[in-house]
Nanobody
Framework: QVQLVESGGGLVQPGGSLRLSCAAS????????MSWHRQAPGKERELVAA????????NYADSEKGRFTISRDNAKNTVYLQMNSLKPEDTAVYYC????????????WGQGTQVTVSS
């Protein structure tokens, strides 16, 4: 069955960095676009970044441009989210998802990993 397993979350101080990973299995990873989303308490889930199946094109939410970088390793069936210059407002549960296109619909979701930015 399809599995998306996020890791790498945790507590970090403002201005710090984290790298999230999402290990995929149960489908042909190299044929799916991958995305990272986040959901903060009391807010709706929002798209953070997306990457095409080949990794040749990426998309970012405006607030993350220049701070976050999405990448993928098709040989390892893994997508990454490098997050730099973290701010308290980046605190959220981060989810990865997959789909046939950069945008919705998203076919499968992981369980999420908590990122907390606090001093």
């Amino acid at each position: 069955q399809v599995q998306l397993v996020e890791s790498g979350g945790g507590l970090v101080q403002p201005g710090g960095s984290l790298r999230l990973s999402c290990a995929a299995s149960g489908f042909t990873f190299s044929t799916y676009a991958m995305s990272w989303h986040r959901q903060a308490p009391g807010k709706e889930r929002e798209l953070v970044a997306a990457i095409t199946s080949s990794g040749g094109s990426t998309n970012y939410a405006d607030s993350e441009k220049g701070r976050f970088t999405i990448s993928r390793d098709n040989a390892k069936n893994t997508v990454y989210l490098q997050m730099n210059s973290l701010k308290p407002e980046d605190t959220a549960v981060y989810y990865c998802s997959c789909g046939k296109e950069l945008g919705p619909p998203y076919d499968y979701w992981g369980q999420g990993t908590q990122v907390t930015v606090s001093s």
